[in-house]
Structures are given as C-alpha cells and as structure tokens.
C-alpha cells in the first residue's frame, strides 16, 4: 500500500495556517449576516439557473430604467450582482483550500490505519507469548466486539 505522508510539518505551520485562515474573515465582520434557521428555508435567492434570470432582468433593468418605480434604481441590482461575483471567487478559494486540506487529512487518517492494522497483526502473534500484552490487548478485542464493522470480515493488510 501507497504511503501517502512524506513528511508532516511542525506544527508551528498548521497553527499559522489556522490562525490566518481565521483572520482571513476579520475584514468581513462589518459586512456578516446571521441568519435563522426558520429563515433559510422559505429565501428565494439565486438557485441554479436563476442567476442568469437575475442577470437578464438586471440588464434590461438598466436599458430601461424609466420603466421602475421612483424609489427602485437599476444599479442596485447591477451591485448587488457584482458582489455577488466577489464572493464567489472567495468561496472558490475557500472550497480549494478546503479540498486540500480534506485529502491532507484523508492521506493521514489512511496512513495511520494502514499502520494501525500492521501494528495490530504484531502485537495480536506476540500476545500469546506476553501476558502483559495479553491483558492489553483484551481491551483492543473489546473495542472490536462493540465497534467493529460485523458486516465485513477483518482484512488483514497485504
């Protein structure tokens, strides 16, 4: 099996990361929402495909805007869109960001079962001869019986 973690930085470097990927939100305090949980459902906002509609009403918006009431102006709409594109890109950078740090976790988390296994099959061959280590182990065959996947048999590692 592939090992998937080369090496694992300091975790000076993780702790920075956190902290800037937390402050990253800092200059968008002023600007953040809060919004019920009995709000979201019932929001019509721009689902899929209704942003092009948003956009084409918008468009003919502003080539007619005698058309709107007296207290509505066209480039209301036209803002509203343009922010909207900004926060998409930095949803875009968040999701990347993201992505990369899950397949980080999941090389580790492979990582350590595929050593977990490993050290199991050891330890299990040399309980038999240790009765220290059999007595330990008792608490691994527990943690199996109440937790184990009973729908798979145990795959021993190649």
Known sequence: ??????????KSITDTYTSTITNALTPLN??????????????????????GYTRLISRIANQFPDALG??????????????????????????????TVEEIQLGVAAD?????????????????NDAA????MREVDNWNSRFANKGSADKSPE
């Open 133 to 136: 280590l059999d007595l330990a």
């Open 112 to 128: 350590a079962m595929a050593l977990t296994d490993r050290y199991k099959a050891n330890l299990q061959i040399s309980r038999t």
């Open 1 to 10: 099996m592939r090992k998937y973690i080369i090496s694992i930085p300091a």
């Open 30 to 51: 002023p600007y953040k929402i809060n919004l019920t949980d009995d709000e979201k459902p019932g929001m019509r906002t721009m689902a899929e495909g209704r942003e």
């Open 70 to 99: 007296r207290s509505d102006s066209p480039e209301q709409l036209a803002e509203l869109l343009e922010y909207y594109n900004n926060l998409e890109g930095n949803r875009m950078a968040i999701l990347q960001n993201l992505e």
